[in-house]
């Protein structure tokens, strides 16, 4: 799939062997992001800072102290979260392209386990898309054919990892944008359950959907990072009852429903491609319905729109040309929501809640296609797939606002290859609380098992 | 003040000694609410059914089977809160007169202690308005001069206990609703913390303001009420934190801040009442000012809005009619809020709170008059005090709104009397939780101490 099969965990035992040295990751990894420019995966990328990075962990190493497994091993950061030595602009050019001085709590966590912080990762601006074709420096290109999309918003993340110029990436995830381009680029994406995982230092898109997760080569890789997200942060009010990474075992054989019907249609060949792998599991397998899906998805839409204004309420008013149209759009349309229409939108969510939760019965996981077609061409503005025919914007979110809207987390894992050479991605979701259990479901059914 | 200084700490002595009965009781107070129906102070009131409750009382007693000190005691409720042998009409055209059959928790509370349930309280209609001259059944009247308004939402609780009908009656305050005629009437009035006292079966205005709260006649039935009301209830969310009530004891010498300044201000005649009432006391008390009041007004007025408009928004479209026009232009403002100003009301009382508790340093109570101005006068549309025009709405509203906005512990005692020969309310208010305390304080200022 990519010139480069290295996953951490792998890059890991190669630094505890002492096979190779943060030094020399680092330098494959800045040379591998030269050989790939193509992708326009990275918006800031600084030699110098990265390597004086590898050099103390090498030091480190050598004197018998590295931090964690995870020491000299870089790890690239979407350019949302704050990190001391890069700017933060969310791919906008509102933004100053000047480094706060200030760490987002997820890249504080890596950083103290000695992880290499390496470079910004290019996104939809603001995170307000999920294509990833609206950016200050340009859209990200997948690795698998250039003339392809990488999805969005964690476009230039999933595009580093998948083409093997990092083991992994940091994203985030307001309705899918964490899963969206893992799915479109064929790595591992993980969206943690809401209120598990610090947002905080992370720009916020729409602060009760928002959640960091991290996009990886396996899952074994997802793993081995999750302990770095998940737990109460005291800067971030909705992680206050986050338990930690902590083990939890799986049902040997778990119940799934795998979701379809109205509203939630898919192109054939991957339809078959999940049905596929679904068979390459112990799990049983239902097929089951959510009815009104048209209603929920609105009610996230709104939520989502309510929020992003909000947040944006001030610079709109105050430059709004520091906005592409489009996203100046958006923020316009948030702000005619009326408040009644929002707490509408918030009643309907608890209504999905209880759906997902009680209604559809005692489930260990839903199942969804990450996407419901493969990866779309550059500049091609609408899908059609299962008798709909939707602008690229709602098919990239197809399947994954269920799991912002419910909180749930959620898992997209790479499980075949379409007709035209691109990767299909399968969705696994777990109850709320369950990310660790959802983790070993999903082993079930990963093709590198 | 009133023909009958019975409070239901007396009540309650007396029929331990067996110098009365729950059936004497509840006659007694039959005969004053036909003598005192100028009041207007009941939508629903059934003799059999409380003389019934009042025959069972007095069986369980005389078996020395009493279910507490307060088995026997007519006790008056609001008619916003779901009682299952009176209808509950909110004191509007819109509600069916016929019984739920349920209870609302705080009522369940006090009939299995024994609590005969005397009838429903006229109220201002939908408590969406703190005169009480809107309501199904009219206007109630002043018991110290039926002239005079009784304030509202809960004038019929507060008239029924200052006329000395009952010892205590129930109300509910989302911007002053008990507080407002407990200080026009000459009662006291308690407004739990927000979160420590159940609103289910209460009718809801505004559900992130609304507190439901006793009115009595002395500041000890409101401690020996209180705990009927406070703890957690499944049944509402907000009250999954709550403490039940517990003793706490009061600085010899609290510190008070006596709020004052500009969008604070009153008649020199209700000031003066004030500082010669804090004077009676061992607090140290010291003038502060709150920057900014107008603003936060704003905030609690849109929020009232949005949740009451949200709340109304199906009957509002379905039976406009049911609504008296000034409600329904309530209504219809609220409606008219966009998503991101209630969202940036949130964060003005998010600035308050800060302000209050922070800012504002280690106070242990806050002071305020109840009232800027003695009960008004029916018809009287507008009020002037200390330089300010307003309505008679916002005028019954000026001090009270804050202990919503922040969710503080709040109590109206009456103080003084007027030229006029109206009451003169105080109000205090506690830091959150600290509502045992708040009476410990407040009971250095009572004249019946």
């Known amino acids: 799939m990519s010139p480069n099969p290295e996953t951490v965990t792998s890059q890991a035992d190669a630094l505890a062997k002492g096979s190779t040295t943060s030094g020399d990751l680092t330098r494959t990894a800045l040379r591998r992001a030269q050989e790939r420019a193509d992708l326009n995966a990275f918006v800031s990328l600084d030699p110098d800072v990265v390597l004086d990075q590898a050099k103390e962990s090498d030091a480190r190493r050598a004197a018998g102290k590295a931090l964690s497994p995870i020491d000299g091993i870089p790890i690239a950061i979407k350019d949302n979260y704050l990190t001391r030595d890069f700017p933060t602009t969310a791919c906008s050019k509102a933004l100053p392209r ?85 799915g479109a680029c064929g790595a591992y994406g993980f969206k943690p359950t809401y209120g598990r995982a610090s947002r905080h230092g992370v720009l916020p898109l729409s602060w009760s959907l928002d959640a960091p997760g991290p996009i990886a080569r396996s899952l074994n890789d997802i793993a081995l990072l ?92 105050d430059e709004p040309a520091a906005f592409t149209s489009v996203t100046r759009a958006h923020l316009e349309a948030g702000r005619q929501i009326t408040a009644t229409e929002a707490m509408h939108a918030q009643k309907l969510r608890g209504r999905f809640i209880e759906l997902l939760l009680n209604d559809l019965g005692g489930w260990d996981a839903l199942v969804l296609p990450t ?46 290859t379409s007709t035209n050479g ?26 590198d098992r």
């Open 226 to 317: 999750l302990p770095y997200f998940l737990g109460v942060d005291p800067n971030d009010a909705s992680t206050a009852q986050a338990k930690p990474f902590k083990e939890q075992s799986a049902p040997a054989t778990p119940r799934l429903l795998n979701l379809v019907g109205k509203g939630l249609e898919r192109s054939e060949e991957v339809d078959l491609a999940v049905r596929k792998a679904l068979e390459g599991g112990e799990a049983s397998v239902e097929d089951a319905e959510i009815p009104n899906v048209q209603s929920f998805f609105a009610a996230w839409e709104a939520i989502l729109h309510v929020e992003a204004a909000s947040y944006h309420q001030k610079l709109l008013a």
């Open 98 to 182: 000047a480094a706060t001085g200030v760490d987002a709590t997820v890249v504080a966590n890596l950083r103290a386990a000695g992880a290499i912080i390496f470079g910004k990762t290019n996104m939809h601006e603001w995170a307000f898309g999920a294509t990833n074709t609206t950016s200050s420096i340009g859209p990200t290109r997948n690795p698998h054919n250039t003339d392809h999309i990488t999805g969005g918003s964690s476009g230039g993340s999933a595009a580093a990892v998948a083409a093997g110029i990092v083991g992994a990436a940091l994203g985030s995830d307001t309705g899918g944008s964490v899963r969206i381009p893992s």
């Open 422 to 447: 691109l990767p299909i991605g399968m969705m696994l979701m777990g109850r709320p609380g369950s990310d660790e259990r959802l983790l070993n479901i999903a082993n079930q059914f990963d093709r």
């Open 371 to 416: 996407l419901p077609v493969p990866a779309p061409r550059h500049g091609q503005d609408r899908q059609r797939f299962g008798g709909r025919d939707v602008t690229t914007q709602d098919s990239m979110t197809w399947f994954c606002w269920p799991g912002n809207l419910a909180g749930l987390p959620c898992i997209s894992l790479p499980v075949d």
